[in-house]
């Protein structure tokens, strides 16, 4: 048997570790099975100069990947790997777990709401001790107060006997920074949470890489208590 190059990505890989590997040739080892470690390569290298930075991948629909010089096998397996990428970042919320401050929240919805197209808003009802009791999705679609109504967003806080409530939403353009749209809704569930007794503890929107939070911003100051600022 021939020996392997030492430039090659399994050699290097089993002689030193996953971290000495580029992006390039991490991607070669994703579909290259089947193919000459050479030849690989050069399909990672053709598919990244097409589509752009290793982190597009996790955008390109599968035309893209084809139109790149994948075969339908390897573009269905590049795709699938993806898709175990999100699903291992999506860690479900459980009943009794809490948030500890804004960032936490970020970085509990930020894989969720990665590569969303719409603006999707998300309820996490609390008990007294800040400890949750269920997360819902209240609506998809650009921000609106006929979709973000506050008869639907407090209707099941109020059937859970939920004392707090945290609103989460994302921001597809990736740039966080809240419309008007999104100062006027905030204050509005903010006022009936008063009326109804449950109180609004924060307003996380979520962009590509970092977030708005409306209590660290000095938004929601007249809420007696508040998510520690953590970021």
């Known amino acids: 048997m021939d020996a392997i190059p030492a430039h090659f990505p399994c050699r290097r890989l089993f002689e030193l570790d996953w971290e000495s590997?580029?992006?390039?040739?991490?991607?070669?080892?994703?579909?290259?099975?089947?193919t000459p470690e050479g030849r690989a390569l050069n399909d990672a290298r053709r598919l990244l100069d097409a589509v752009g930075p290793s982190r597009r991948l996790q955008?390109?629909?599968?035309?893209?990947?084809?139109?790149?010089?994948?075969?339908?096998k390897k573009a269905l397996a590049l795709l699938a790997a993806v898709q175990l990428s999100r699903r291992f970042q999506k860690i479900p919320l459980f009943p009794g777990q809490?948030?500890?401050?804004?960032?936490?929240?970020?970085?509990?919805?930020?894989?969720?709401v990665h590569g969303l197209k719409k603006e999707c808003f998300w309820s996490v009802l609390l008990d007294s001790?800040?400890?949750?009791l269920r997360v819902i999705r209240i609506s998809e679609g650009s921000l609106t107060a006929s979709l973000v109504h506050p008869r639907e967003v407090f209707r099941p806080a109020i059937q859970e006997a939920a004392a707090r409530v945290l609103f989460v939403h994302n921001h597809p353009s990736g740039d966080p920074a809240p419309s008007q749209e999104d100062l006027e809704i905030t204050r509005?569930?903010?006022?009936?949470?008063?009326?109804?007794?449950?109180?609004?503890?924060?307003?996380?929107?979520?962009?590509?890489?970092?977030?708005?939070?409306?209590?660290?911003q000095g938004l929601l100051e007249d809420a007696d208590v508040a998510l520690e600022r953590g970021r």
């Open 98 to 112: 809490s948030f500890c401050s804004s960032l936490e929240i970020f970085r509990h919805f930020q894989p969720l």
């Open 188 to 216: 509005r569930l903010v006022e009936t949470g008063k009326i109804v007794g449950i109180q609004a503890l924060d307003h996380v929107i979520i962009g590509s890489h970092t977030y708005f939070s409306f209590t660290d």
């Open 59 to 72: 955008e390109a629909g599968y035309d893209e990947l084809c139109r790149a010089g994948l075969s339908r």
């Open 21 to 34: 590997l580029s992006d390039l040739e991490l991607v070669a080892l994703l579909i290259g099975p089947g």
């Open 129 to 132: 001790k800040n400890r949750i």
